[in-house]
Every structure is written in C-alpha cells, then in structure tokens.
C-alpha cells in the first residue's frame, strides 16, 4: 500500500493508506494515527492482488482467445452460427472491484429473409436473401408438396437441402408434368428465416372434354409448355409462357396459400383464374 495525502508526526496525527492499483483491500483504505508512545499504529491494509476469476458467460456467444484476470483485463466474445451483434464487438473487462464489467452489446438471432420467389425452365427454383452475413455459407431446407390433376392420385411429398454461399440460390426439381406444387422454403437449423412459399402448376394439357391429362410427346414438339412465373413489388405475380401455338387461347388458375412466420395456427387461401390468348 501507500500513504495518501500529507501527514505530520505529532500526537493524535493520522495517515491513510490505500492499496496500490490492481490490489484491493476490504476495507478499500484505513488509518493509522500516531501514538503518545511515538509510533504508529499497525495499518489494517491487506492488500490483495485483484482477480475476477473467470468472466461471466453470455448468451449465445463464445469466449475466444486468452484473457486475464487482473485488473483491466478484456474478455472478448463472439456470437454463436445464427447470432451476431449489430452493435459492435462483445468485450467484458476486469473492473477495480474484483469482479467483471458485462457488456450492454448482446448477440441477437439472424433472421434470414427469403425474398423475390420465382419459377423458371418450369421446374426450377430461384430466390434471393439479405443476409448481412460476408460471403455466408446457408444451408436450406425445401420442402415439396406435389398433388396430380388426376383425382384418384396420391399426394407426392419430399424434402431437398441445399447448401450454397449465393445469394440468388437456384434449384432445380425432379417434378412431374401435369402437377399442382406447393415449395416451401426456409433455412436449416440452427439459423431462422421467414419461410417463402411459392405455388405452381407443372405443364399440363386439357382434352377436350376438359378433363386434366399429362403432356404427351407430341404435345411437347407443338407447344413446350414452359413457363416462368415471378413476384413483384411484393403482391404481384408475373407469367411468361412461352408457346407455339400462335393465337390459342389458354385458362390460368392460381392458388396462393399464405402463413405468417411467427403464427403457426395462421394461413390463409385465396384463388383466381384469367383467360388470355397472349403469350405473356
């Protein structure tokens, strides 16, 4: 310890005493007056060399590198895969008091966004994310939902993953023709997103009793029956077909089926058809 302040040598005087930095003492300083015998009183300062122990854990983070202990001494902290910290670096430090400073930065779950849904080449899947993320790598979970036009069909169901660093990741399906697909799409464990549905109808044709039949070769050579769909502006939807029958007319029907990310019991249903001889 050291002496704080000036002091004199007389009867009754006093002096403090203080531990030195990166010491403590309980209490923090103390006295010693001077005697009629000509001495000091023995100080009761036990200085002690500050140490914090470990730092303190945080919430989906990790402690990296070494640290220390004594006083001043920074822990630093980054967040878990699916977390990060829009504030800045996560640091705790060693305070004077023997215990350690937590940060007010916590590291907050990534809620990845999966945006501008489109179909092309009739079977593939493309979409865009906004993760923050330097060159992330993400992996997806697809899920597929395939009803046939044929009633008396059974409903087709599989699951796809994909694991790509794009940010316009791509997929193409093994699909059937003449079929009704709801895709689903969302990010794998353990990050989150909003999930993103698109609904689409593989290429198909009509006999003419209006009854729903697949596409035959000969059908294929007349008209290739590929079409693009996309989404714009957020509620819109774009289709581009491209066809060679010149003038024909054709009857598009669309169902949308809707579910908000953070309502598991909502969805919602809605379907329209329109009739056009344009080929976009």
């Known amino acids: 310890g050291y002496i704080i302040g000036n002091y004199t040598s007389r009867l009754g005087s006093q002096v403090r005493y203080a531990c030195r930095e990166g010491f403590f003492s309980v209490p923090e300083d103390t006295v010693s007056s001077c005697t009629a015998l000509g001495t000091w009183e023995s100080p009761k300062l036990h200085c002690q060399e500050i140490n914090c122990g470990n730092p303190p854990e945080m919430r989906h983070a990790i402690l990296v590198g070494n640290h ?14 699916g977390f990060e910290s829009p504030g800045g670096k996560i640091t705790s430090v060693c305070t004077e008091k023997g215990t350690w400073r937590e940060s007010t930065l916590t590291c907050t779950e990534i809620l990845t966004k999966i945006n501008d849904v489109s179909l092309f080449n009739d079977t593939c899947v493309r979409w865009q994310i906004n993760s923050r993320r330097i060159n992330p790598k993400i992996s997806y979970v697809i899920s597929i939902k395939g009803q046939r036009l044929d009633p008396m069909e059974s409903v087709r169901e599989e699951t796809v993953n994909l694991t790509t660093d794009s940010r316009t990741p791509e997929v193409c399906l093994a699909l059937y023709p003449g079929t009704n697909y709801t895709v689903n799409i969302s990010t794998a464990p353990p990050r989150r997103s909003m999930p993103a549905v698109i609904g689409f109808q593989t290429a198909g044709s009509r006999n003419s009793h209006g009854r729903n039949t697949h596409i035959k070769e000969v059908d294929l050579l007349e008209d290739d029956g590929s079409f693009n769909i996309s989404i714009f502006n957020e509620t819109c939807l774009k289709l581009n077909r491209r ?18 990310w953070y309502l598991a019991n909502f969805s919602h249903a809605t379907s329209f058809n329109f009739t056009t001889r344009e080929q976009v």
């Open 243 to 260: 066809s060679r029958k010149v003038g024909s007319e054709h009857m598009y029907q669309f169902t949308v089926l809707g579910q908000r």
């Open 68 to 81: 220390s202990s004594r006083l001043g001494g920074v822990a630093r902290y980054v967040c878990q895969e």
